[in-house]
């Protein structure tokens, strides 16, 4: 029962160096997500993705990128990191019933640090 | 789009005290509705949700909550809180938009439960 996968739990960059964050799941979901979460800003979407091949951009995608190659894997990379994307980052995924989405399973998060 | 809003981004009570946590939505589609836990250093946990059916829907962890459509409201409520309920609490909304489908979250409710 592994759920949604996260890699690595803890992260320092320094400014300008680049990194890719790994998410997998198990579940044979079509829809993942990436969020971030900054104190009292709830979650901020930053891509997603309804299917092997698609990604679409969410709320605040700058500085980021993202691939979806197969159903499990939804890898978001940052280039050239700044201080502005040190957070908590998840990512989810969720089953698709109709045309709604009903639910999303999420990983543990990878907590980021950009010094 | 939808939206959610969230009430208070603290909400203190003592240990047996009525909980309760305050979730309006904007949505002109009906929405389907959720409320997650988060605990600390946790990735979020579904502790409900509304689909379609019965407005008053049963959760995990002795939680409930009521959808009122004419209130636009999804409030979170337990009628005796425990220590172990001290969390935050994010509601979020999904709704078709444009054939697909993400989940707009709240900016979150941490609980504090009070001995």
């Known amino acids: 029962n592994a759920g949604v996968t996260q890699t690595p739990k803890f992260r320092i960059l320094k400014i300008g160096q680049s990194m890719t964050l790994q998410c997998a799941q198990d579940m044979n979901h079509n829809y993942m997500y990436w969020y971030r979460q900054d104190p009292g800003m709830g979650l901020k979407l930053i891509y997603y993705?309804?299917?092997?091949?698609?990604?679409d951009k969410g709320e605040v995608p700058n500085g980021y990128n993202v691939s979806r190659s197969t159903t499990e894997d939804f890898p978001l990379r940052l280039e050239l990191a700044a201080p502005s994307q040190t957070s908590v980052y998840f990512c989810?995924?969720?089953?698709?019933?109709?045309?709604?989405?009903?639910?999303?399973?999420f990983g543990q998060g990878t907590r980021l640090t950009v010094v | 789009a939808q939206s959610v809003t969230q009430l208070g981004s603290h909400v203190s009570v003592s240990e047996g005290a009525l909980v309760l946590l305050r979730c309006n939505y904007s949505s002109s589609v009906p929405p389907y509705l959720f409320w997650y836990v988060q605990y600390p250093n946790q990735g979020l946990q579904l502790l409900l949700k509304y689909t379609t059916g019965a407005t008053l829907v049963k959760g995990i962890n002795g939680f409930e909550a009521e959808f009122k459509k004419s209130e636009t409201s999804f409030h979170l409520t337990k009628p005796s809180a425990h220590m172990s309920d001290a969390a935050e609490y994010f509601c979020?909304?999904?709704?078709?938009?444009?054939?697909?489908?993400?989940?707009?979250f709240g900016k979150g409710t941490k609980l504090t439960v009070n001995p």
């Open positions: 993705s309804v299917g092997a091949g698609i990604t």
């Open positions: 979020a909304v999904s709704a078709p938009q444009g054939g697909s489908e993400k989940l707009v």
């Open positions: 989810a995924s969720s089953p698709q019933e109709g045309s709604v989405n009903t639910e999303a399973f």
